[in-house]
């Protein structure tokens, strides 16, 4: 027998919105996206949402249930109370474009701006050998599938917008790159300065939502900020760096001049409005 749920969807745009309620008959295996599908396809055909997958692969559908950066796909209606209204807002750290659907592009401008994978050339056979132990390292890190909860939830970028902080998917990325095998850049100097690693104070909320369960600051950002800081503030290794006899890696440059978003535009946004009055 099927029973109903209560949900309150944020509904709006980038000049403000407010939460609206709505009853859905729930079913067996039905996820928070299923509930908001059957709003827009009953109720509501205007409800924008961002979806592609619906099964925790594209990263399209993230926003905050019950206050908490999740998957909608993967968020089973049977994990809230029954009878108690769920929540679904959109991503608090992003601007609103409509409804659930905000605006991620701060993360794209921030991938154009890390220096790509350099390998080496190949060998004499044709082929590049590296040692499992050494591509297992990294293989954690690939399995990010860009759903941004992490950043989200990142109170560098959520308070202090004006920053440039990588944030934590970019973190692990660079670390994935500085730990590779074959890499033959090296970043720490623009992973200090241009990322700046320095501004995460670990507080690990970032692995906290992570729905790959990556170990984003123990395997991640704590290593690359221990890398960084040997090669800056270890005095051995600064004099070695000093007369030649340090890592033999190519100093890498940023690829290209990018604008950011605009921080007045993020500030603007009702998620930005709703923090600073909390
Ligand atoms: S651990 Fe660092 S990157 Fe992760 S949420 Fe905290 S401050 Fe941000
Ligand atoms: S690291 Fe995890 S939370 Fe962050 S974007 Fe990748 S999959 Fe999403
Ligand atoms: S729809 Fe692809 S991750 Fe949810």
């Not at 600051?217 to 270890?234: F, M, Q, S």
Request: overall charge neutral; aromatic content about 6%.
């Amino acid at each position: 027998m099927s029973s109903k749920a209560q949900l309150k969807v944020f509904r709006g745009n980038s000049e403000g919105g407010d939460l609206k309620s709505y009853e859905v008959a729930t079913y067996p295996g039905m996820v928070v996206l299923d509930a908001i599908h059957e709003i827009q396809a009953a109720q509501e055909p205007s409800l924008a949402v961002r979806w592609n997958c619906k099964a925790g692969r594209c990263g399209s559908c993230s926003a905050e249930i019950n206050g908490r950066p999740s998957l909608m796909c993967m968020t089973r209606m049977t994990s809230f109370p029954e009878g108690e209204p769920i929540t679904v807002t959109p991503m608090r750290a992003f601007p609103i474009i409509k409804d659930l659907v905000t605006d991620v592009s701060f993360n794209f401008e921030m991938a154009k701006k890390v220096p790509p994978f350099k390998p080496p050339p190949r060998q004499a056979d044709g082929t590049y050998r590296m040692a499992q132990e050494d591509i297992d390292r990294v293989q954690e890190f690939r399995k990010c599938i860009e759903c941004f909860l992490c950043q989200n939830v990142c109170h560098v970028i959520r308070d202090h917008e004006k920053t440039n902080f990588a944030g934590p998917r970019f973190l692990i990325y660079l670390a994935g790159l500085d730990m590779h095998p074959l890499d033959t850049l090296d970043r720490r100097e623009l992973i200090k300065d241009e990322f700046k690693i320095g501004l995460c104070n670990v507080t690990k909320c970032c692995t906290e939502v992570c729905p790959e369960h990556i170990h984003i600051t123990d395997n991640g950002i704590i290593p690359l900020k221990e890398r960084v800081a040997d090669d800056h503030y270890d005095p051995v290794r600064w004099l070695l760096k000093k007369v030649g006899g340090g890592t033999k890696k190519e100093k890498a440059k940023l690829p290209i001049v990018v604008d950011q978003p605009s921080p007045t535009t993020r500030a603007a946004s009702p998620q930005a409005k709703r923090a600073a009055d909390e």
